[in-house]
């Protein structure tokens, strides 16, 4: 699961880094409610649901990712965005319930 997780954080942070000019409006693509479907390594395939909205007025992200089907159902966790105006850049933090937290930047 945490291949999973690490894998989509890579994704986001690639796109990330490939920005020419970073804003508070760069990932506003990523707000709805999101269905995914992926198959694992050893070939299991999963369901989930990925919820992004606007937070705290209208300036920070919020992820809620949860696994509806496959080995690893019951997962869940959520991220937290927000863009820096100062710096221009974007840090996100991770948890789950299995105790993971990761912060990127």
């Known amino acids: 699961m945490q291949k999973l997780i690490i894998t989509l954080c890579l994704i986001l942070l690639a796109n990330m880094s490939f920005s020419q000019e970073l804003d508070p409006d760069t990932y506003n693509f990523w707000i709805g409610k999101w269905n995914a479907k992926w198959v694992d390594g050893q070939g ?7 919820h992004i909205s606007l937070i705290t007025g209208d300036k920070v992200l919020h992820e809620n990712f949860q696994i509806l089907k496959g080995p690893n159902a019951g997962y869940l966790g959520t991220s937290i965005s927000v863009f820096n105006p ?6 996100q933090t991770w948890m789950d319930n299995q105790g993971g937290n990761i912060v990127f930047t």
């Open 44 to 50: 299991n395939a999963g369901e989930g649901t990925n």
């Open 86 to 91: 100062n710096t221009k850049v974007w840090h």
